[in-house]
């Protein structure tokens, strides 16, 4: 979420064959943003512990939320398993 072109972000653990699990990120990007995931990676591992920044990011228009505006997360977490 610092980092500038980033508009929204949610993170969840997804299955690993040799992990275990793994950090994934579904990121909103601001209007006209030309980030890539590679970059938004690196640039997490340049900003965060190791444990802590995704190794996978997909971009979306927007994120699954209740009425109150709470990330519905186990939507998400669906999404990685169709």
Known sequence: ???PEVSLAAVIG???DSHGEEIKAFVILQPGASLTPDE???WGKDQMASYKYPRIVEFVPSLPMTATGK??????ARR???
């Open 71 to 76: 990330i519905l997360k186990r939507e998400l």
């Open 40 to 42: 938004l990676i690196a």
């Open 14 to 16: 997804v299955a690993h």
């Open 80 to 82: 990685t398993t169709e």
């Open 1 to 3: 979420m610092k980092h």
